[in-house]
């Protein structure tokens, strides 16, 4: 049986407070191949290339099987019946479709709830841009994996070559759900799996005390430090958001952290200080020795053979946004972040083990005072890659918000390029594009800040 763990779980809980933790990416194809002579979009052909690969990723035909009261915590169990055609689909954009109209339409489908009694995830296709390209929007519940096996996720259906045959899908035959009875004998033994832990814990208390004293840093760092500067980006989200992105270089984004020192994410957040000075002083508020805080999950997957579920820690970064000078605050960023990595980061949700807990800590989250963004960064492929044939042009990460945090920033790096995606709360946050031109001028004096290598000048 493939329970959830508790970090899957507590993905799940945030839907029933409005707050719709799926995660994905939008990617920009050339469609030369993607369209038919008379420009239809060979969908039918794309549906055949990814149900043959579906056999790589088992979650794509499980579904959410959640036990009644006793029979203990959900799990993933195969759909009695699968159809392509209810996940790959298609959305025209009227042609030529500008990037302010693909953005619209990614958050149209963003917004659309994913069916639980299906598998948690679909893959839209947008024809209609300029120039013949296609966008691509994939997204999946978080519960199903987070940031890294979510690109890994995504990897499962792309090509190193552009001519790669597209065999056919294997036979699939469903696994029935397991009986009440085998329920019934697996919860009973995941209790005294429990208590077999706690009991363990209560004849070893120096063993025991030894992993609270390591983990205890981690959590001060979240808890501990103080309130986080009251500003106008903590405020309780609705439905909808506005989706901004910001293109960069992976190469010159690592010119700039080699020369000072730093790292791909100490850049990563230097750009996004500078995107929120620039947003908080346009609507009028201080700016001037404000530190910022911001939510940065810690992949913990390292290890793995194939990244899988959820398996992150969390960091607080603090963000000097009154510090102008962007080299300064790279500088600052950087030795703060090299101290709090020495630190032991504890998986998420394991410090909530009882589900009752995590929903009344979610209750807290809308009033949260310890954060004021969030900001996640997920290495990609290095390489240039294809879906069904099609070259994949760019790749943009999407990331869900939750409770009051009005604003979050995923970065993805691929085949050179370096982007950022901003996803904020439509009502709250109507000015994102101050945030993204900030971002972007913040990176491009960190570029001027740097030596040209040889890879990035020819790049």
Same mark, same amino acid.
């Given at each position: 049986?493939?329970?959830?763990?508790?970090?899957?779980?507590?993905?799940?809980?945030?839907?029933?407070?409005?707050?719709?933790?799926?995660?994905?990416?939008?990617?920009?194809?050339?469609?030369?191949?993607?369209?038919?002579?008379?420009?239809?979009?060979?969908?039918?052909?794309?549906?055949?290339?990814?149900?043959?690969?579906?056999?790589?990723?088992?979650?794509?035909?499980?579904?959410?099987?959640?036990?009644?009261?006793?029979?203990?915590?959900?799990?993933?169990?195969?759909?009695?019946?699968?159809?392509?055609?209810?996940?790959?689909?298609?959305?025209?954009?009227?042609?030529?479709?500008?990037?302010?109209?693909?953005? &619209?339409?990614?958050?149209?489908?963003?917004?659309?709830?994913?069916?639980?009694?299906?598998?948690?995830?679909?893959?839209?296709?947008?024809?209609? /841009?300029?120039?013949?390209? +296609?966008? #691509?929007? #994939?997204?999946? @519940?978080?519960?199903?994996?987070?940031? +890294?096996?979510?690109?890994?996720? /995504? *990897?499962?259906?792309?090509?190193?070559?552009?001519? #790669?045959?597209?065999?056919?899908?294997?036979?699939?035959?469903?696994?029935?759900?397991?009986?009440?009875? &085998?329920?019934?004998?697996?919860?009973?033994?995941?209790?005294?799996?429990?208590?077999?832990?706690?009991?363990?814990?209560?004849?070893?208390?120096?063993?025991?005390?030894?992993?609270?004293?390591?983990?205890?840093?981690?959590?001060?760092?979240?808890?501990?430090? *103080?309130?986080?500067?009251?500003?106008? %980006?903590?405020?309780?989200?609705?439905?909808?958001?506005?989706?901004?992105?910001?293109?960069?270089?992976?190469?010159?984004?690592?010119?700039?952290?080699?020369?000072?020192?730093?790292?791909?994410? $100490?850049?990563? #957040?230097?750009?996004?200080?500078?995107?929120?000075?620039?947003?908080?002083?346009?609507?009028?508020?201080?700016?001037? @020795?404000?530190? =910022?805080?911001?939510?940065?999950? +810690?992949?913990?997957?390292?290890?793995?053979?194939?990244?899988?579920?959820?398996?992150?820690?969390?960091?607080?970064?603090?963000?000097?946004? *009154?510090?102008?000078?962007?080299?300064?605050?790279?500088?600052?960023?950087?030795?703060?972040?090299?101290?709090?990595?020495?630190? @032991?980061?504890?998986?998420?949700?394991?410090?909530?083990?009882?589900?009752?807990?995590?929903?009344?800590?979610?209750?807290?989250?809308?009033? &949260?005072?310890?954060?004021?963004?969030? +900001?996640?960064?997920?290495?990609?492929?290095?390489?240039?890659?294809?879906? !069904?044939?099609?070259? /994949? %042009?760019?790749?943009?990460?999407?990331?869900? /918000?939750?409770?009051?945090?009005?604003?979050?920033?995923?970065? =993805?790096?691929?085949?050179? &390029?370096?982007?950022?995606?901003?996803?904020?709360?439509?009502?709250?946050?109507? $000015?994102?594009?101050?945030?993204?031109?900030?971002?972007?001028?913040?990176?491009?004096?960190?570029?001027?800040?740097?030596?040209?290598? !040889?890879?990035?000048?020819?790049?």
């Amino acid at each position: 049986m493939e329970r959830l763990s508790a970090m899957d779980l507590s993905m799940l809980w945030p839907d029933d407070f409005g707050w719709p933790q799926d995660i994905g990416a939008l990617a920009i194809l050339d469609g030369s191949t993607l369209l038919s002579s008379d420009g239809r979009f060979r969908i039918d052909a794309v549906r055949a290339a990814i149900d043959s690969r579906l056999h790589l990723v088992r979650r794509f035909r499980q579904v959410l099987y959640v036990p009644r009261r006793g029979l203990g915590w959900p799990l993933w169990v195969d759909a009695p019946a699968f159809h392509i055609g209810d996940h790959v689909r298609l959305l025209p954009l009227p042609e030529p479709a500008d990037e302010a109209q693909l953005l &619209q339409a990614v958050e149209s489908l963003r917004r659309r709830r994913l069916d639980r009694s299906r598998p948690l995830w679909e893959m839209w296709f947008l024809p209609g /841009l300029t120039e013949g390209r +296609v966008g #691509m929007f #994939m997204k999946l @519940h978080h519960a199903v994996a987070d940031g +890294v096996a979510g690109v890994a996720t /995504l *990897g499962a259906f792309l090509d190193a070559v552009p001519d #790669m045959p597209v065999a056919p899908a294997p036979p699939w035959t469903p696994v029935p759900a397991p009986s009440t009875r &085998q329920l019934f004998e697996d919860n009973l033994w995941q209790r005294r799996d429990s208590l077999r832990r706690a009991f363990s814990t209560i004849f070893h208390p120096v063993a025991a005390a030894r992993q609270v004293r390591v983990a205890l840093p981690a959590l001060r760092e979240t808890f501990a430090e *103080g309130r986080a500067p009251r500003t106008s %980006l903590n405020r309780p989200i609705g439905p909808d958001r506005r989706l901004a992105v910001i293109r960069g270089s992976i190469d010159r984004v690592r010119d700039v952290a080699d020369a000072h020192g730093a790292t791909i994410n $100490d850049v990563l #957040m230097t750009a996004v200080a500078g995107g929120l000075h620039d947003l908080l002083r346009s609507r009028g508020e201080p700016v001037d @020795h404000i530190v =910022l805080r911001a939510y940065v999950p +810690v992949s913990l997957h390292q290890g793995q053979r194939r990244a899988e579920g959820n398996l992150d820690g969390m960091m607080v970064i603090p963000l000097p946004i *009154g510090v102008r000078d962007p080299t300064r605050r790279l500088r600052l960023i950087a030795v703060e972040t090299r101290r709090r990595k020495s630190k @032991h980061r504890s998986r998420g949700g394991t410090l909530l083990r009882n589900s009752v807990i995590q929903r009344a800590f979610l209750r807290v989250l809308a009033r &949260q005072p310890w954060g004021n963004a969030y +900001v996640a960064n997920v290495p990609g492929p290095p390489v240039p890659l294809y879906l !069904a044939g099609a070259p /994949l %042009l760019e790749v943009f990460p999407m990331v869900p /918000l939750t409770g009051n945090l009005t604003l979050g920033v995923g970065a =993805l790096s691929y085949a050179g &390029q370096f982007n950022l995606t901003a996803v904020a709360d439509r009502d709250a946050c109507p $000015d994102v594009e101050v945030f993204a031109a900030g971002a972007r001028a913040a990176l491009q004096e960190l570029g001027a800040s740097a030596p040209v290598t !040889a890879v990035s000048g020819a790049r």
